[in-house]
């Protein structure tokens, strides 16, 4: 299936805010924070993401701490799905899997609870940003530990220069926007 309507991804682009040298000189940030607050465009977006998923019959949407926070809970209501978050460590009370990953430059860790996925169900992972891939990446492994169904995962922007999508072969990987770097 295709993004939604070129001209609402168009429009939706129009909407983030470019912002040069942040956070360091020579980057130039893409600050979705004008999208959200626009009226029609965060609908928009969420309407976007819903038709890509809505005839794949997702139980769950995982969404990555912070940003798939905002994004997540939205696309499972309008899948009529459950939404599990995906946290960095020591933020969840309840038994937890912990997942060490490998990042360029370190490693980093997530964690979600132990029951929030049952085996078979199938899901989407959420966030708002694609770059290197290896967050979602190791939250799609984390994921498939427990006996999920990966039936995609969702991203509103993608850097398509930092090659993410290659780190996560094998998987639907929808972005709405896509930026060079």
Not at 10 to 17: A, E, G, S, T, Y
Not at 39 to 54: K, N, P
Not at 125 to 144: F, N, Q, S, W
Request: aromatic letters at 8%; hydrophobic letters at 40%.
């Amino acid at each position: 299936m295709q993004p939604h309507k070129s001209h609402n991804c168009d429009d939706l682009k129009k909407l983030i805010r470019e912002v040069p040298d942040f956070p360091k000189p020579g980057i130039l940030f893409y600050d979705i924070t004008t999208l959200l607050k626009d009226q029609l465009g965060f609908a928009r977006l969420i309407d976007a993401l819903t038709e890509h998923y809505i005839d794949k019959h997702i139980d769950l949407v995982m969404g990555i701490e912070a940003r798939g926070f905002i994004f997540g809970p939205a696309l499972a209501y309008r899948l009529n799905a459950g939404f599990v978050p995906v946290r960095k460590p020591k933020k969840l009370p309840a038994e937890v899997l912990q997942w060490k990953y490998e990042l360029e430059y370190g490693h980093d860790t997530l964690e979600v609870h132990k029951d929030s996925i049952e085996p078979g169900q199938r899901i989407v992972i959420c966030d708002d940003l694609l770059a290197t891939g290896g967050t979602a990446r190791a939250t799609a492994e984390m994921a498939k530990s427990l006996g999920a169904e990966i039936c995609g995962l969702g991203f509103v922007v993608e850097l398509d220069g930092l090659k993410g999508r290659d780190k996560l072969k094998g998987y639907d990987v929808f972005s709405l926007l896509h930026y060079e770097m």
